[in-house]
């Protein structure tokens, strides 16, 4: 993976952005690959079409929403693989203009974010099923329709003269974007009857050459094919963080594992998790980018609208944390996670233990220990000042059993004692002030 040119700067300091996926899989509410899953025709699809009409949809209100849920930057769906355009294009007819809705929604959105001081990105799909240029491969609606075969042979080359002309569309028309994030190549993909697509097909060197014309700051994700871009793995994280610091990711995450609105589909994760998933992300150097995708009336759902308040009521407590927060070199207990932001040290308590907490090479490296929520006070000794007999005598560690006692004789070790009731937080979190490093 090549290294990333561009400033990431703010990239780095948002670290928890969110994913917007919408267009007319919204009516349908059964996944957004559903055209696809279900091999529907665009004469079929064409329903979808005609009853797009999210009346009720208000961009001012998304970007409150978005902005209390704690998010920083949002990822807007533009074109998925569906080829409907979010955006008034000159490139094609099948666009939000053209629906019972008429306005530009994309204009609409970027506007109201932008209001609310978030950042923008805008997805692009490289597929396209509606173009009759798009080359059928076996992700295709209609790769088993024999008939659509028999007349569509595809063109890519005039196929990627439209890609180029809508991506410049996206460049030129809605002034700054901060983000672009394609979706996606798969050459590697070998269907017998047909195989995938890469940098080749899409022309990327290029496509990526005019961006950097149009917007040179702009960020680009790595699924272009070229070996280089923010690294985007999706609905899993990483185990462990990058080998080099400077290698700039982000995991991408749905609620309920469908991005599109999924009416059906219940089995969303817990507040608790999304917030973990979130802490586990950024101690390991990297973004949390989560996904909402809303009904055809143009409403989040009340499931997805609570997950996503929730985590953001955790944040305004604890987004110290997170904020411009990264990893750290110090190992962290069994059940947590460490953050880190200069001198500020972040413990993240996944599961509460009961009265004290051993922090491996810690000792004589904290000044002050507290509890993010209400800011009080966590007293804490360095083990190597209390000998096991005074620390088993003291008053603050007299009900410290003897594992403890004969762990707590590492003296490089830092001891917390902790409230035996733990915070009512989806993730208690403890801020340690450590000494400057000389």
């Known amino acids: 993976m090549e290294k990333m040119t561009t400033d990431t700067t703010w990239f780095r300091e948002c670290r928890y952005g969110l994913f917007i996926h919408f267009g007319l899989y919204s009516v349908a509410a059964r996944h957004e690959w559903v055209q696809t899953l279900e091999e529907i025709s665009t004469k079929e699809y064409q329903k979808y079409f005609d009853h797009f009409n999210p009346d009720l949809l208000n961009a001012k209100e998304w970007a409150k929403q978005a902005k209390e849920a704690g998010c920083k930057y949002v990822i807007i769906t533009a074109k998925h693989h569906d080829g409907f355009c979010l955006w008034e294009t000159a490139m094609t007819e099948y666009k939000v203009t053209n629906t019972a809705y008429q306005k530009d929604l994309l204009e609409e959105l970027i506007t109201a974010f932008r209001e609310e001081g978030l950042k923008i990105g805008v997805y692009y799909s490289l597929l396209d099923w509606y173009q009759p240029d798009f080359l059928v491969d076996g992700y295709h609606p209609m790769r088993n329709n024999q008939e659509y075969l028999a007349t569509h042979q595809g063109n890519m080359e005039g196929y990627r003269a439209t890609m180029f002309n809508q991506v410049k569309e996206l460049l030129t028309n809605y002034g700054e974007i901060n983000y672009l994030w394609f979706d996606f190549s798969y050459k590697s993909r070998d269907w017998g009857s047909s195989v995938g697509k890469g940098a080749k097909d899409w022309g990327s060197e290029a496509l990526e050459e005019m961006i950097r014309t149009i917007q040179p700051h702009i960020l680009i994700n790595d699924r272009l094919d070229l070996n280089k871009g923010v690294q985007t793995?999706?609905?899993?994280?990483?185990?462990k963080g990058m080998s080099d610091e400077n290698d700039v990711w982000e995991t991408v995450q749905t609620l309920n594992n469908s991005w599109g609105y999924d009416r059906d589909n219940l089995n969303f994760?817990?507040?608790?998790?999304?917030?973990?998933?979130?802490?586990?992300?950024v101690s390991k150097g990297g973004n949390f980018t989560m996904n909402i995708g809303p009904n055809a009336r143009g409403l989040w759902d009340d499931n997805s609208a609570?997950?996503?308040?929730?985590?953001?009521?955790?944040?305004?407590?604890h987004g110290d944390a997170i904020y411009g927060a990264t990893g750290s070199k110090y190992p962290a207990p069994i059940d947590c996670r460490y953050t880190q932001k200069g001198n500020?040290?972040?413990?993240?308590?996944?599961?509460w233990p009961y009265r004290t907490l051993l922090?491996?090479?810690l000792g004589g490296k904290v000044t002050f220990a507290r509890l993010l929520n209400d800011g009080s006070e966590i007293r804490f000794a360095d083990t190597k000042d209390i000998g096991g007999e005074r620390l088993a005598t003291t008053n603050l560690y007299k009900e410290i059993t003897e594992v403890h006692v004969k762990e707590a004789l590492d003296p490089t070790m830092l001891l917390l004692n902790l409230p035996v009731r733990q915070p009512d937080e989806l993730v208690p979190v403890i801020e340690l002030t450590l000494k400057n490093e000389e």
């Open 359 to 361: 922090l491996p090479e």
């Open 306 to 317: 609570t997950i996503l308040a929730n985590v953001g009521k955790w944040l305004k407590k």
């Open 233 to 239: 793995p999706e609905q899993f994280s990483r185990s």
């Open 344 to 351: 500020q040290l972040f413990l993240h308590i996944f599961s």
């Open 269 to 281: 994760k817990l507040s608790e998790m999304v917030t973990k998933q979130l802490i586990d992300t």
